[in-house]
């Protein structure tokens, strides 16, 4: 069984001013597809943080951790940047995937610059924030995800 966790990347959940639908779903499809998931975070959209936090994460060894939100077009919106800084290698057919696939949905998911890539034996995968687009685009790359961390951790070559 594979542990994961999911970050929600938000101002305004991290301040309380609402609630964090996002985290809760993606967790909860995490749960459903024997994901041992740990325990979800709301952090603001600061770049040293998410840095910090997806680092700390890596390095206890968590197999796949999710980000939600912070992928857009907004000023704030800083979570693939922060990505990049943490990974060692991108996996871009991921990203490229959930983009695909939200573009048969709605013309707006060519705007999603979320990322994924590996630190160690991790990945990273970021999602847009909203739940409806969240649990889409992971459900699109779930299927799959199970063989790559099998990959990544030498279960299988």
Do not use: W
């Not at 639908?21 to 499809?29: F, I, M, Q, T």
């Not at 922060?82 to 060692?88: D, H, L, M, R, S």
């Not at 707006?108 to 999602?127: C, D, K, P, T, V």
């Amino acid at each position: 069984m594979y542990t994961a966790t999911v970050i929600t990347v938000s101002d305004r959940a991290a301040q309380g001013i609402y609630e964090d639908k996002s985290g809760p779903a993606v967790a909860k499809l995490l749960t459903e597809q024997g994901y041992q998931v740990l325990d979800p975070m709301i952090i603001p959209d600061e770049k040293n943080k998410i840095k910090s936090i997806l680092t700390d994460l890596c390095e206890k060894g968590v197999h796949l951790i999710i980000t939600t939100g912070g992928t857009g077009f907004a000023p704030r919106d800083i979570t693939p940047e922060a990505t990049k800084e943490v990974i060692e290698r991108e996996a871009p057919g991921i990203a490229e995937y959930m983009r695909q696939k939200s573009m048969e949905i709605t013309p707006r998911g060519m705007l999603s610059r979320g990322i994924a890539g590996i630190r160690g034996r991790s990945l990273i995968i970021n999602l847009p924030g909203s739940p409806k687009g969240a649990t889409e685009n992971l459900g699109f790359v779930l299927p799959s995800l199970a063989h790559g961390l099998d990959m990544l951790n030498g279960i299988k070559e």
